[in-house]
């Protein structure tokens, strides 16, 4: 966990299941710059690859409470410290737990890439939701994804889907071989852009 800016609204970020590599810390700087106040979470406590096997069984090691616990304490802390609004960028793993604090009223706005909730989640979403997906995905189901959204949509919730032509898994994270630097880049700037636009108070 660290604290990368100071003054703004507060976003949390958290990794995808490689860990906490650069392209994140990057991430945090580019938040930092646009003017937030940024906390990324180590989910690992300092383990990361760029292999996906290891990856795999990094997240599968992981205590999934421990974990949600983590992101709310990165939360508090930035509430904690005067930021007058609080959102979360969550990436693979990470973007199923900012959309739970999402659906546990924790924050108020999420972003996530390349993952989803349940249908049932949407219920208790109140804040406004963007995704960022990739065209073709071995990790997310594109009808759990798609009835995901439309039950966010049902419930009144704001979302905004964008998905990146000839993207895969991961495409957002440059650390690995699915980086897609492009796609990264326009999502960066629809995130910041929509982050502004919800934290603003």
Same mark, same amino acid.
């Given at each position: 966990?660290?604290?990368? *800016?100071?003054? /703004?609204?507060?976003?949390?970020? #958290?990794?995808?299941?490689?860990?906490? /590599?650069?392209? #994140?810390?990057?991430?945090?700087?580019?938040?930092?710059?646009? /003017?937030?106040?940024?906390?990324?979470?180590?989910?690992? &406590?300092?383990?990361?690859?760029? $292999?996906?096997?290891?990856?795999?069984?990094?997240?599968?090691?992981?205590? *999934?409470?421990?974990?949600? @616990?983590?992101?709310?304490?990165?939360?508090?802390?930035?509430?904690?410290?005067?930021?007058?609004?609080?959102?979360?960028?969550?990436?693979?793993? &990470?973007?199923?737990?900012?959309?739970?604090?999402?659906?546990?009223? $924790? #924050?108020?706005?999420?972003?996530?890439?390349?993952?989803?909730?349940?249908?049932? $989640?949407?219920?208790?979403?109140?804040? %406004?939701?963007?995704?960022?997906?990739? =065209?073709?995905?071995?990790?997310?189901?594109?009808?759990?994804?798609?009835?995901?959204?439309?039950?966010? =949509?049902?419930?009144?919730?704001?979302?905004?889907?964008?998905?990146? %032509?000839?993207?895969?898994?991961?495409?957002?994270?440059?650390?690995?071989?699915?980086?897609? %630097?492009?796609?990264? $880049?326009? @999502?960066?700037?629809?995130?910041? /852009?929509?982050?502004?636009?919800?934290?603003?108070?």
């Amino acid at each position: 966990m660290s604290d990368a *800016g100071a003054g /703004g609204p507060g976003v949390v970020v #958290v990794h995808d299941w490689y860990g906490l /590599g650069p392209h #994140v810390a990057e991430y945090a700087d580019e938040l930092t710059t646009a /003017g937030f106040t940024v906390e990324t979470v180590d989910l690992y &406590g300092g383990s990361r690859t760029t $292999d996906p096997a290891r990856a795999e069984e990094l997240a599968d090691a992981l205590d *999934g409470e421990q974990a949600v @616990a983590l992101v709310a304490a990165a939360i508090g802390r930035l509430r904690a410290g005067g930021a007058p609004a609080v959102g979360a960028v969550g990436f693979s793993l &990470g973007g199923n737990l900012v959309l739970r604090a999402a659906r546990e009223g $924790d #924050v108020d706005a999420v972003v996530a890439y390349y993952a989803a909730r349940s249908a049932d $989640d949407a219920a208790t979403t109140t804040c %406004p939701v963007q995704l960022h997906l990739a =065209e073709t995905d071995e990790l997310e189901d594109p009808e759990y994804i798609a009835a995901y959204v439309a039950a966010l =949509e049902a419930a009144g919730t704001p979302v905004d889907t964008f998905t990146y %032509p000839g993207t895969g898994h991961s495409f957002a994270n440059g650390d690995v071989a699915l980086a897609d %630097p492009a796609a990264a $880049d326009v @999502a960066r700037s629809r995130t910041i /852009g929509f982050l502004r636009a919800r934290l603003s108070r």
